[in-house]
T-cell receptor, first 112, second 115 residues
Framework: DAKTTQPPSMDCAEGRAANLPCNHSTISGNEYVYWYRQIHSQGPQYIIHGLKNNETNEMASLIITEDRKSSTLILPHATLRDTAVYYCIVRVVGGATNKLIFGTGTLLAVQP | NAGVMQNPRHLVRRRGQEARLRCSPMKGHSHVYWYRQLPEEGLKFMVYLQKENIIDESGMPKERFSAEFPKEGPSILRIQQVVRGDSAAYFC?????????????FGPGTRLTVT
């Protein structure tokens, strides 16, 4: 699976949009981009995933660049409860294994 | 719909004892994954199972650790003769199928403390 690069930490003001970047320059054509987050000591929570089109759900939006080498997770109106470590993961489609490889993620601190 | 359930939530074992961690996947999910998170570290994949089959155990330590997912009942992660280094949070996840594109949903974890 391709490696990802994320900033170690970011701050965001409550009520503002949080934009979390991720670089995955070695991504292959059959790899999805997934985002998970882990709120302190809890189990990771699935947020969103995409292949090449932008995606939106009730939690967030995912913007993938046309060359697929980077993506941005957008939390449109961050709240204090969004403070967490956010993981960007790329994963092959239809591979022999289905494991997720977590990096170090981005610690998003939402400030009041 | 109930989410992924894990029990116990907290487990204390003395060195040399056995630890058994249980995971019940979400309804309709037949694929289970175990991950370990050591203190102040990231999540590491351990093993991927379907009903009655181990698909990928590339992240499992070679000794003392085993996992199963029987036809009936929860998935079990078993750690024999625990040592202090086994103290960690163990998370289970499940998915509907094993094909890429299906997200994994995680349970709340079992915090194992070895004294």
């Amino acid at each position: 699976d391709a490696k990802t690069t994320q900033p170690p930490s970011m701050d965001c003001a409550e009520g503002r949009a949080a934009n979390l970047p991720c670089n995955h320059s070695t991504i292959s054509g059959n790899e999805y981009v997934y985002w998970y987050r882990q709120i302190h000591s809890q189990g990771p929570q699935y947020i969103i995933h995409g292949l090449k089109n932008n995606e939106t759900n009730e939690m967030a939006s995912l913007i993938i660049t046309e060359d697929r080498k980077s993506s941005t997770l957008i939390l449109p109106h961050a709240t204090l409860r969004d403070t967490a470590v956010y993981y960007c993961i790329v994963r092959v489609v239809g591979g022999a294994t289905n494991k997720l490889i977590f990096g170090t993620g981005t610690l998003l601190a939402v400030q009041p | 719909n109930a989410g992924v359930m894990q029990n116990p939530r907290h487990l204390v074992r003395r060195r040399g004892q056995e630890a058994r961690l249980r995971c019940s996947p979400m309804k309709g999910h037949s694929h289970v994954y175990w991950y370990r998170q050591l203190p102040e570290e990231g999540l590491k994949f351990m093993v991927y199972l379907q009903k009655e089959n181990i698909i990928d155990e590339s992240g499992m330590p070679k000794e003392r650790f085993s996992a199963e997912f029987p036809k009936e009942g929860p998935s079990i992660l078993r750690i024999q003769q625990v040592v202090r280094g086994d103290s960690a949070a163990y998370f289970c996840a499940s998915s509907r199928t094993g094909q890429g594109g299906y997200e994994q949903y995680f349970g709340p974890g079992t915090r194992l403390t070895v004294t």
